[in-house]
């Protein structure tokens, strides 16, 4: 005799998350905007954070999309209201992730993804512990190096010292949760990877709380 099956327990349940903070971190040239742009493109349902930085825009580069550009007056006195989350002088500019659209995302219970260097995941690490913390990796320095010649932004000193603080930096990767290897021509893998990522981390019995 076939012993009768609950309905019952085949009913999903119907389990709370939290919204996420992904922090998205990795050398320079290693393609973090083109992972953003991708997913994106792709829809992925993020409140995408631009950072606010004093360096000059580059061509096809969009104020307010890419980065919001200010001028260093304007910069120090967005810090001096405690406007931003983190900031960091990096190869001569500063950079920050401004503070009031995480803390509107994280209300409206939104995942929020932020891109920042090394400096400022250590910052964000102190700040928001709960927060995931992915380093972009990129194959070999050999290829970073050529990604960094093809931008054609850098002097060659200035490539030189990227490329130098790139290997100083992939010592920092303890400091992540996970890594995903961003090859050549594969970004959609890449974004996968961050997607099974997110996945995962949506899939936690004692979901990770963001409190700002």
């Not at 990096?90 to 401004?98: A, I, L, M, S, T």
């Not at 910052?123 to 093809?150: D, G, N, Y």
């Not at 931008?151 to 949760?177: C, G, M, N, V, W």
């Not at 893998?189 to 963001?210: D, F, G, M, W, Y």
Request: glycine share 4%; hydrophobic share 40%.
């Amino acid at each position: 005799m076939k012993k009768k099956v609950s309905h019952k327990s085949q009913v999903p349940l119907n389990l709370p998350t939290k919204p996420l903070l992904i922090v998205l971190s990795g050398p320079s040239g290693v393609g973090k905007d083109a992972i953003l742009t991708r997913m994106k493109e792709l829809g992925y349902p993020f409140e995408y954070i631009t950072t606010v930085t004093t360096r000059r825009q580059r061509d096809r580069e969009r104020n307010n999309v890419d980065y919001h550009f200010v001028s260093i007056e304007m910069f120090q006195e967005i810090m001096k209201h405690d406007d931003l989350l983190e900031w960091a002088k990096v190869y001569g500019n500063w950079y920050g992730v401004p503070k009031q659209p995480i803390k509107q995302a994280l209300d409206r219970g939104q995942d929020i993804i932020v891109k920042v260097d090394i400096q400022g995941a250590a910052t964000i690490k102190k700040i928001l512990p709960q927060a995931v913390f992915i380093f972009l990796m990129p194959p070999s320095i050999e290829e970073l190096t050529t990604r960094l010649k093809q931008r054609h932004t850098e002097s060659h000193f200035k490539l030189a010292l990227r490329l130098k603080t790139a290997e100083e930096e992939i010592k920092q990767l303890p400091l992540f949760d996970y890594v995903v290897l961003n090859k050549q021509d594969e970004i959609d893998l890449a974004v996968s990877h961050i997607a099974a990522i997110i996945t995962a981390e949506k899939c936690r019995v004692t979901p990770q709380e963001i409190a700002l």
